[in-house]
């Protein structure tokens, strides 16, 4: 036997090893790409943005590139690709970014004026005679719209507080089921397209500011026939493998940025409310606790309503373990 074959079937076989995993990228530290959700369409969400994005990068150093999504799952895949270092999500979504992309909680939003928090709505057009009571006989003769599948209140919190405990599937009580974003919902009930749809207050008071007769129009001609619990403001995310460095320069511009009496922080807020928040807050991970009460609440909801023994005990453990989050979480100095 040639003395030479081991060693050179082991080199093959390291030669292949080494070609069957990527090279290692290194991480950059002098750009940010910025994910956002483009709730209306993506010229107009470019336009609020642009200012805040340009007072980062001038602030920090780092360039600073937007990625704008027409719905949460691609923000999601980009950031679990490593298209994107960090974002603004909505709860839902926020808290598939850290179960599925390797995110963390850093801040959160806030009002600009008033208490945090907002609220799902379900809307109809004004005058239809649509109430509440009506929408949810189920009789499959109403069309309704909701909103991404990973939106809290476009989705999740309508599913948690209206239909699950009644053991409705909407795609059963209903003639047709839509998702878009919430403007495009508020339109589409507003010009008769669809019956009913969830929205939020947020995206309201948000078409209220706009002095276009056609959003005037609309607001005008629709009216809300249910409200959910309060929901948390939205977070801020980054992915955990971001170097340290990266994260240090953007969270001493975004928890500076609006604050304080001068001029120029007078400035930065109405930047600020061109994006519809405050000066952000400090946050982590405790801030999706209550999106997971929503979450489990839904599930034991269904367990309990498909007289699932083994799935209502797994969905009462899991509800179980979040209340016992928040409890210590409370106690925490």
């Not at 001038?58 to 360039?63: C, D, Y």
């Not at 590139?65 to 027409?70: D, I, L, N, R, T």
């Not at 609006?258 to 930065?268: D, F, K």
């Amino acid at each position: 036997m040639d003395a030479r074959k081991p060693a050179l079937v082991l080199a093959l076989l390291l030669s292949m090893a080494a070609c069957g995993k990527p090279p290692k990228e290194a991480e950059s530290t002098d750009t940010v790409r910025f994910s956002i959700m483009s709730t209306e369409n993506a010229q107009a969400a470019q336009k609020s943005w642009a200012p805040f994005l340009a007072d980062m990068e001038k602030a920090t150093g780092l360039k600073v590139q937007p990625f704008f999504g027409s719905n949460y799952t691609a923000l999601i895949e980009a950031m679990r690709f490593k298209q994107t270092e960090m974002g603004w999500f909505t709860n839902q979504s926020g808290l598939e970014a850290v179960r599925r992309s390797g995110g963390e909680v850093f801040a959160r939003t806030t009002k600009p004026s008033g208490p945090d928090g907002y609220q799902s709505v379900v809307i109809v057009k004004k005058g239809s005679g649509l109430t509440l009571e009506k929408i949810m006989t189920c009789d499959r003769t109403l069309n309704f719209a909701m909103g991404d599948a990973k939106s809290t209140s476009g989705t999740l919190a309508p599913m948690t507080y209206l239909f699950a405990p009644k053991n409705v599937t909407p795609t059963t009580c209903f003639k047709t089921v839509k998702s878009a974003n919430h403007e495009a919902n508020l339109f589409a009930v507003a010009m008769g397209q669809v019956d009913a749809a969830t929205n939020n207050t947020q995206s309201i008071v948000r078409l209220s500011t706009k002095t276009e007769p056609a959003a005037r129009q609309a607001l005008a001609n629709i009216e809300v026939v249910w409200t959910s619990p309060t929901i948390p403001e939205d977070p801020m995310i980054w992915r955990r493998d971001v170097p340290e460095a990266v994260k240090a320069k953007v969270r001493a511009f975004i928890f500076a940025y609006g604050v304080g009496t001068s001029p120029e922080a007078a400035r930065q807020r109405e930047i600020l409310k061109g994006i519809e928040t405050g000066p952000f807050k400090v946050a982590d991970n405790t801030h999706l606790l209550p999106v997971r009460e929503m979450e489990a609440t839904e599930a034991l909801i269904q367990a309990r309503n498909g007289k699932d023994a083994a799935a209502i005990a797994g969905a009462q453990v899991a509800l179980d373990g979040i209340h016992a989050e928040e409890k210590a979480l409370a106690l925490r100095p």
